[in-house]
């Protein structure tokens, strides 16, 4: 049975309506998420609420985490903290409560799942090289660690990084960055996320084109910054 792995969706209502819609035209009943629910985007409280009722396991991301008070924002650039104000001032309590007990990480038998880096989940380190990449695999032991937060859909095996769909051999190690919902950062301006299938070890990117022209709106109505609506067109 397939699953989805979807990540950062950082607010954005249209696009991950468009991409749980697609998840369910294909049948597929267990979505993962990877984090970042929040932060950037313009309907964090819509978003949490869906998220919490579609998937089977969310995980913590570093945008959840500095909506919620406990990350050291002075790190995060200047949109960024502004758009983590602005969701802080509006996070409903119920799901202030919700991504207060977001777990770090998920793990079976097969796969492990991080927002950012399976060597320390709470740090928020990037996986952007090879050598990252290959420095991350001596701390899993399973055969696949799926991971989100640099927006930048990539798979890493042992060898080398593949920007493609790729079958998956069982007895190597891979790291798979899904990619983002909600605002993609390859050059590509469409959704991202996975589609995962176990028994073939075969793994598929999606891309999906959703009504960026109203979240881009709704950015700018809601006096966010400009530069977050402009990204998105451009996907970067
Ligand atoms: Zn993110």
Not at 94 to 102: I, M, P, S
Request: proline share 5%; hydrophobic share 40%; glycine share 6%.
């Amino acid at each position: 049975m397939a699953i989805a792995i979807i990540s950062d969706i950082h607010g954005n209502l249209e696009a991950l309506s468009t991409a749980l819609d697609y998840i369910k035209k294909q049948g597929i009943n267990e979505i993962y998420c990877l984090g970042d629910i929040v932060g950037y985007g313009p309907n964090p409280n819509e978003c949490v609420e869906i998220v919490r009722q579609q998937c089977k396991v969310v995980l913590m991301g570093n945008h959840d985490y500095a909506a919620i008070g406990l990350a050291r924002i002075e790190y995060f650039n200047e949109y960024a903290k502004r758009a983590t104000y602005w969701t802080m001032d509006r996070l409903s309590q119920e799901n202030y409560e919700f991504l207060k007990a977001l777990p770090f990480m998920y793990q079976t038998d097969r796969m492990i799942m991080v927002h950012a880096s399976p060597t320390n989940p709470e740090h928020w380190y990037y996986i952007l090289s090879m050598s990252d990449a290959q420095m991350e695999m001596q701390s899993f032991k399973q055969n696949i660690c799926f991971v989100g937060h640099s927006h930048v859909p990539v798979i890493f095996n042992q060898k080398a990084a593949i920007r493609d769909n790729i079958s998956i051999e069982p007895n190597q190690k891979y790291i798979v960055n899904v990619g983002s919902i909600g605002q993609p950062r390859d050059g590509d301006p469409r959704l991202c996320f996975v589609i995962f299938e176990p028994d073939t070890g075969q793994i598929n990117y999606v891309r999906l084109e959703y009504d960026i022209e109203n979240t881009y709106q709704k950015i700018i109505k809601n006096g966010l910054p400009t530069f977050l609506a402009e990204r998105l067109l451009k996907g970067y």
